[in-house]
C-alpha cells in the first residue's frame, strides 16, 4: 500500500491509460469517462493532496462524465443525416424530359446529369420534350414521372 501511495499519479496515469486503451475495443464511452476520472485522480495526486481525497476527485468526475457528457455524445453520434444512396436520392426531385413520354412509349428526362428512360406516373399523359417533370418513383432503371405545373406570366 505504501507503494501506491508512494507512486499515486503513475497508478493513476497507467489506469487512464488502460481504460483508454480498453475503450478503443469497446466504442461504448463508459471506459473513456472513466478514463477522465483517472486522469483528474492523477492531477490531484500530483497536487498532493491525500489518497482519499484523489479516489474521491476521479470517482466524483467519472459519475459527472458518465451523467452528463456521455448522453450527449451518444445522441451525436449516433444522429446524422439521413443519406440518399444510389437512384433513391432522385425521388422528388426534377428533371427536364429530352424525349417525348407517353404511357405506351418510354421517353428520356435528364436529372441528377444522367439520362434517365422515363414513363409518366400516369399513364393517360403525355408529356412533350422541354417541359420539367418531377420524379415520384424509379422502378430499376425508368424513373416514373409527373410534370410539373409551370407559372406562365
Not at 109 to 122: Q, S
Request: no cysteine; proline share 5%.
Amino acid at each position: 500500500m505504501d507503494w501506491i501511495r508512494d507512486h499515486l499519479w503513475e497508478t493513476w496515469l497507467a489506469l487512464s491509460i488502460m481504460l483508454g486503451v480498453a475503450e478503443m475495443f469497446s466504442l461504448d464511452l463508459i471506459l473513456a469517462m472513466l478514463a477522465a476520472g483517472a486522469v483528474v485522480g492523477m492531477i490531484t495526486a500530483l497536487v498532493g493532496l491525500p489518497l482519499e481525497l484523489t479516489l474521491l476527485a476521479a470517482v466524483a468526475t467519472s459519475v459527472a462524465m458518465l451523467a452528463l457528457v456521455r448522453p450527449s455524445f451518444v445522441k451525436r453520434l449516433h444522429s446524422g443525416p439521413e443519406l440518399a444512396l444510389g437512384h433513391g436520392k432522385l425521388v422528388g426531385t426534377r428533371g427536364m424530359v429530352t424525349e417525348e413520354i407517353t404511357g405506351l412509349a418510354p421517353g428520356r428526362i435528364k436529372a441528377g446529369g444522367e439520362v434517365w428512360t422515363a414513363l409518366p406516373y400516369d399513364e393517360n399523359l403525355r408529356i412533350a420534350p422541354g417541359e420539367t417533370v418531377e420524379i415520384l418513383q424509379i422502378k430499376g432503371a425508368t424513373a416514373y414521372v409527373h410534370p410539373v405545373a409551370t407559372l406562365e406570366p
